[in-house]
């Protein structure tokens, strides 16, 4: 089946540690998208890549850090400069960055860090 | 610009009506409507485009009103099912989709 998987689903840390969360799909995507969910806040997104070896900050970069080397894969990087990285996070994908495409989302997870 | 949706959260007995809504202070050239159950990933719904195309669900009714910059989400003779939380997302221009805060809608027997 194709789809999006996200690793783990929940995460704990100890605070001042980086931490990295795993988004891989296999839709033959070109896009590929960051999103950070706080209650009452709705989805804000954090990265977004167009292609392989590219990629742009959203809303609310600052204290992440993405790579993009394989089509399939996105990971992100929640570092000690995140001032508050406790958070649940959804990683999505579309066809590509036209107007009008439909974004697969992943199971998310939630990381919490103490 | 993060769009603005009303009502924050509806309460609303089987089979009674909803509508949620949707405005943007910048020209669309699309909205989309996602439902997010509970800590699991919001599900698509609807994506409705500048001109008039619209895909998506058959049960699921929206409209998109360009001049006012506004779309509504109609949902009609609800189900325990319906309950979640919907987001809608616009699309401005060449640059990502920007999310709402979202429309609790809770559906009691």
């Known amino acids: 089946d194709g789809g999006i998987t996200q690793s783990p689903k929940y995460l704990f840390r100890k605070e001042g540690q980086n931490v990295t969360l795993s988004c891989e799909q296999n839709?033959?995507?070109?896009?590929m998208y960051w999103y950070r969910q706080d209650p009452g806040q709705g989805l804000r997104l954090i990265y977004y890549s167009q292609i392989v070896n590219d990629f742009q900050k959203g809303d609310i970069a600052e204290g992440y850090s993405v790579s993009r080397e394989k089509k399939e894969s996105f990971p992100l990087t929640v570092t000690s400069a995140q001032k508050n990285p406790t958070a649940f996070y959804l990683c999505a994908s579309s066809r590509d960055r036209e107007i009008g495409n439909e974004q697969f989302f992943g199971p998310g997870t939630r990381l919490t860090v103490l | 610009q993060q769009p603005v949706q009303s009502p924050q959260a509806v309460i609303l007995r089987e089979g009674e009506d909803a509508v949620i809504n949707c405005s943007s202070s910048k020209a669309l050239y699309s909205v989309h409507w996602y439902r997010q159950k509970h800590g699991e990933a919001p599900v698509f719904l609807m994506i409705l485009l500048k001109g008039g195309e619209q895909k998506g669900h058959e049960k699921i009714s929206a409209s998109f009103n360009e001049k006012k910059q506004q779309s509504s989400l109609y949902l009609t003779a609800s189900q325990l099912s319906y309950s979640g939380t919907y987001f809608c997302?616009?699309?401005?221009?060449?640059?990502?989709?920007?999310f709402g805060k979202g429309t609790r809608l809770s559906v009691i027997a």
């Open positions: 839709l033959n995507h070109d896009a």
């Open positions: 997302g616009t699309e401005t221009g060449n640059t990502p989709l920007v």
